[in-house]
T-cell receptor, first 115, second 108 residues
Framework: EAGVAQSPRYKIIEKRQSVAFWCNPI?????LYWYQQILGQGPKLLIQ????????DSQLPKDRFSAERLKGVDSTLKIQPAKLEDSAVYLC?????????????FGPGTRLTVL | QQQVKQSPQSLIVQKGGISIINCAYE??????FPWYQQFPGKGPALLIA?????SEKKEGRFTISFNKSAKQFSLHIMDSQPGDSATYFC???????FGQGTELSVKP
């Protein structure tokens, strides 16, 4: 079974630029999550989708971050404009609908460096 | 926001020894108490999880112990191996609020 795919794996941008990350979840997984993991910390949930609807985006900085999941499969996370403090690894995870939240599978992440 | 506090931040264990990582939580309404393992350059992977009505769960060399009255749960890695060297996270099983992580290094 193929895992969660993410791209790019690495991205370096200047502050105030925009950036987008892409995630392809495990086939058949209806629930998709985006996390931000700052170096030395645990992942922090940014947004959760169930199919193409948002379940929880309470920790998403909506003034600069946006996410979408068209057709209930792939998802993109965008930052515009980026700040220095956005430097982190952005993780995507997915799980089967109806399974407990902790039973999710993570992708390898995208490491973002904002200069 | 509810907290999940993990200790120690880092741990060095000799091969064959026992690694113990602790997690304290605030909310008693969790459905599950999971532990995740993360290797450098990889995403976290679910290692083991326990329900709050169970005091202990063992899977191979990994054991979770749950102390409801103390609001703590811990991960024990028996016969620790160099391949266990990774960062371990506990989490709120419902909202997936993660602890700060424990970096484990197992020396040969």
């Amino acid at each position: 079974e193929a895992g969660v795919a993410q791209s790019p794996r690495y991205k370096i941008i200047e502050k105030r630029q925009s950036v987008a990350f892409w995630c392809n979840p495990i086939s058949g997984h209806a629930t998709l999550y985006w996390y931000q993991q700052i170096l030395g910390q645990g992942p922090k949930l940014l947004i959760q989708f169930q199919n193409n609807g948002v379940v929880d985006d309470s920790q998403l900085p909506k003034d600069r971050f946006s996410a979408e999941r068209l057709k209930g499969v792939d998802s993109t996370l965008k930052i515009q404009p980026a700040k220095l403090e956005d430097s982190a690894v952005y993780l995507c995870a997915s799980s089967l609908a109806g399974r407990a939240a902790y039973e999710q599978f993570f992708g390898p992440g995208t490491r973002l460096t904002v200069l | 926001q509810q907290q999940v506090k993990q200790s120690p931040q880092s741990l060095i264990v000799q091969k064959g020894g026992i690694s113990i990582i602790n997690c304290a939580y605030e909310n008693t309404a969790f459905d599950y108490f999971p532990w995740y393992q993360q290797f450098p350059g990889k995403g976290p992977a679910l290692l083991i999880a326990i329900r709050p009505d169970v005091s202990e769960k063992k899977e191979g060399r990994f054991t979770i112990s749950f102390n409801k009255s103390a609001k703590q749960f811990s991960l024990h890695i028996m016969d620790s191996q160099p391949g266990d060297s990774a960062t371990y996270f506990c989490a709120d099983g419902g909202k997936l609020i993660f602890g700060q992580g424990t970096e484990l290094s197992v020396k040969p």
